[in-house]
T-cell receptor, first 113, second 109 residues
Framework: DSGVTQTPKHLITATGQRVTLRCSPRSGDLSVYWYQQSLDQGLQFLIQYYNGEERAKGNILERFSAQQFPDLHSELNLSSLELGDSALYFC????????????FGPGTRLTVT | GNSVTQMEGPVTLSEEAFLTINCTYTATGYPSLFWYVQYPGEGLQLLLKATKADDKGSNKGFEATYRKETTSFHLEKGSVQVSDSAVYFCALNDYKLSFGAGTTVTVRA
């Protein structure tokens, strides 16, 4: 158990819908990262937050957004969902912003039908 | 940009066989290097890491050495078990993790 929690574990929704994925980092970690794992793209970095502020952006679509709240939990919002958004979404956390070990949650499997 | 290339799988081995998974990287500077493992139906677990050239990371019988001259971080285990069946990812950390494509390893009894 990494100490990072993600909810829900599974999510099935229809195209065009909007969903919210939730992540709670390990106690004491200030950075939260979101990654997408799909068969065709592999593991891709989406976005990072550090202590409530956006720190870095990767290959995140404009339809996707995230935020980190004062209690340090984070939410990833996916809207206007397409079939190609079906993937595993992982959250990771670390103590700091650079060159720190990242600990991964169990992931949320999103299926868009 | 920074990137990681790891050997294509799948790899199938018998128990007690020697495992090597090749990983090379392209990076500006000297980022930390990691191996993560993903067991079926689970998230990624940090297996080992190395933060500078010539560092050797080790854990659970797995080892990898950060080789600056060959820009490599190959994963090795001398005697695999059925429980080592998983997907292994090489990664480098330049504020975010950049992952290789993953190598699926299956160990047969």
């Amino acid at each position: 158990d990494s100490g990072v929690t993600q909810t829900p574990k599974h999510l099935i929704t229809a195209t065009g819908q909007r969903v919210t994925l939730r992540c709670s980092p390990r106690s004491g970690d200030l950075s939260v990262y979101w990654y997408q794992q799909s068969l065709d793209q592999g593991l891709q970095f989406l976005i990072q937050y550090y202590n409530g502020e956006e720190r870095a952006k990767g290959n995140i679509l404009e339809r996707f957004s995230a935020q980190q709240f004062p209690d340090l939990h984070s939410e990833l919002n996916l809207s206007s969902l397409e079939l190609g958004d079906s993937a595993l979404y992982f959250c990771a956390s670390s103590v700091g912003t650079e060159d720190y070990e990242q600990y991964f949650g169990p992931g949320t499997r999103l299926t868009v039908t | 940009g920074n990137s990681v290339t790891q050997m294509e799988g799948p790899v199938t081995l018998s128990e007690e066989a020697f495992l090597t998974i090749n990983c090379t990287y392209t990076a500006t500077g000297y980022p930390s290097l990691f191996w993560y493992v993903q067991y079926p139906g689970e998230g990624l677990q940090l297996l080992l890491k190395a933060t500078k050239a010539d560092d050797k990371g080790s854990n659970k019988g797995f080892e990898a050495t950060y080789r600056k001259e060959t820009t490599s971080f190959h994963l090795e285990k001398g005697s695999v078990q059925v429980s080592d069946s998983a997907v292994y990812f090489c990664a480098l950390n330049d504020y975010k993790l950049s992952f290789g494509a993953g190598t699926t390893v299956t160990v047969r009894a």
